[in-house]
């Protein structure tokens, strides 16, 4: 496994409910991201931190809402989500532009 | 923009076979192409990168991948395929001086399935 951590693998949550996925990266980086992957989809980039500061938010709907406290850590907080956003969320990170990104194992998210 | 194309959306190669995994880029100007691997319930695993110099790049696990500007290709290669090579493959792209900053654009991937 890579130096990117991601807590929990498992969420199962209600529409009403809100709960926070964690990511901590050991490697030192400066840039960290959160992707979603749905099934028979392109991995969709929602948003991109760099040295703490968000650089994108792509379109991603506000019941969503990113964290990044410092550079090696990166939360994002779920409200009210819809059974659509049910999927596996991943985090990753990188150096610099330009340069590969680690990922970590994902968390499995199902609204329900 | 930039967009990355992956055309298979299964191969299925015999164990011992050569394999190939496509992928066709569309950017404005000289890329930086990355190929991943993602095993069943985990996240992506970093293949290999070509960012410039030699159009061959050699990566994990035996895999190597050839930059072709004429073709925008970037395919991924391997010259004997093992059962456990069996994953999905996601190629990515990204413009050295994108506005977009350090993301990645990821083709939808390719499911690689090795029979024994």
């Known amino acids: 496994e890579t130096g990117v951590t991601q807590t929990p693998r498992h969420l199962v949550m209600g529409m009403t409910n809100k709960k926070s996925l964690k990511c901590e990266q050991h490697?030192?980086?400066?840039?960290m991201y959160w992707y979603k992957q749905s099934a028979k989809k392109p991995l969709e980039l929602m948003f991109v931190?760099?040295?703490?500061?968000?650089?994108e938010n792509n379109s991603v709907p506000s019941r969503f809402s990113p964290e990044c406290p410092n550079s090696s850590h990166l939360f994002l907080h779920l409200h009210t989500l819809q059974p659509e956003d049910s999927a596996l969320y991943l985090c990753a990170s990188s150096p610099l532009r330009g340069h590969e990104q680690y990922f970590g194992p994902g968390t499995r998210l199902t609204v329900t | 923009a930039q967009s990355v194309a992956q055309p298979e959306d299964q191969v299925n190669v015999a164990e011992g076979n050569p394999l190939t995994v496509k992928c066709t880029y569309s950017v404005s100007g000289n890329p930086y192409l990355f190929w991943y691997v993602q095993y069943p319930n985990r996240g992506l695993q970093f293949l290999l990168k070509y960012i410039t110099g030699d159009n061959l790049v050699k990566g994990s696990y035996g895999f190597e991948a050839e930059f072709n500007k004429s073709q925008t290709s970037f395919h991924l290669k391997k010259p004997s395929a093992l059962v456990s090579d069996s994953a999905l493959y996601f190629c990515?792209?990204?413009?050295?001086?994108?506005?977009?900053?350090?993301?990645?654009?990821f083709g939808k991937g390719t499911s690689l399935l090795v029979t024994p």
């Open positions: 490697l030192g980086h400066n840039a």
């Open positions: 931190y760099n040295f703490k500061e968000q650089t």
């Open positions: 990515a792209v990204r413009e050295p001086d994108s506005n977009s900053g350090y993301a990645l654009n």
